[in-house]
């Protein structure tokens, strides 16, 4: 690999290695057999051994083609992703990442759906309450805390987001997490 993208792929190994974190359907731009770009969507996460400890990693991608066409949109959808990813804790309007984009916002929430099936606010939605069972587990953080962390205005919205998700309050995923 070029040295830009081996550096990307070591570091991005090295967080799921050592901060036990998974990294779920993030768009990437990679490279073909003889050095033409294109666009992927990767999956990793910590292999664990008998004892707990961290053992390896697991990874797949799936090739999204290398269109020019549609690298163009790709690249544009992944501006407005890494915004999100790298502002949780932010106000994130449609509207807002769209303008990032050069898209509509109804471009930018069909591109979205393509590739993951969810809307823009769904996307949204799932990184926030990734990012919050992240927390819970690794940090002693106070509920409230995470929930400013993860963008909500307040712990109730948090609480209620979060149940309908995951299934259990915040709480009861971090003692459920929590257990040996």
């Given at each position: 690999?070029?040295?830009?993208?081996?550096?990307?792929?070591?570091?991005?190994?090295?967080?799921?290695?050592?901060?036990?974190?998974?990294?779920?359907?993030?768009?990437?731009?990679?490279?073909?057999?003889?050095?033409?770009?294109?666009?992927?969507?990767?999956?990793?996460?910590?292999?664990?051994?008998?004892?707990?400890?961290?053992?390896?990693?697991?990874?797949?991608?799936?090739?999204?083609?290398?269109?020019?066409?549609?690298?163009?949109?790709?690249?544009?959808?992944?501006?407005?992703?890494?915004?999100?990813?790298?502002?949780?804790?932010?106000?994130?309007?449609?509207?807002?990442?769209?303008?990032?984009?050069?898209?509509?916002?109804?471009?930018?929430?069909?591109?979205?759906?393509?590739?993951?099936?969810?809307?823009?606010?769904?996307?949204?939605?799932?990184?926030?309450?990734?990012?919050?069972?992240?927390?819970?587990?690794?940090?002693?953080?106070?509920?409230?805390?995470?929930?400013?962390?993860?963008?909500?205005?307040?712990?109730?919205?948090?609480?209620?987001?979060?149940?309908?998700?995951?299934?259990?309050t915040p709480r009861a995923?971090?003692?459920?997490?929590?257990?040996?």
């Amino acid at each position: 690999f070029p040295v830009p993208l081996g550096e990307r792929i070591s570091v991005q190994d090295q967080a799921v290695v050592h901060e036990n974190r998974s990294i779920q359907a993030q768009l990437e731009l990679h490279l073909y057999p003889g050095g033409n770009e294109g666009w992927c969507l990767t999956w990793k996460r910590p292999l664990v051994g008998s004892d707990g400890g961290i053992i390896g990693l697991s990874g797949i991608s799936r090739d999204l083609g290398s269109a020019t066409s549609m690298q163009l949109e790709l690249g544009q959808v992944s501006a407005a992703l890494d915004h999100i990813n790298d502002n949780l804790s932010a106000v994130l309007r449609v509207e807002d990442l769209a303008g990032l984009t050069g898209l509509s916002a109804y471009q930018l929430d069909q591109r979205v759906r393509t590739l993951y099936g969810l809307s823009v606010g769904q996307y949204i939605t799932r990184a926030r309450i990734e990012l919050a069972c992240y927390l819970l587990k690794q940090s002693g953080e106070a509920i409230s805390q995470i929930a400013l962390d993860c963008g909500y205005a307040d712990q109730t919205a948090f609480t209620r987001q979060f149940r309908r998700s995951v299934g259990l309050t915040p709480r009861a995923y971090r003692e459920v997490s929590q257990r040996p």
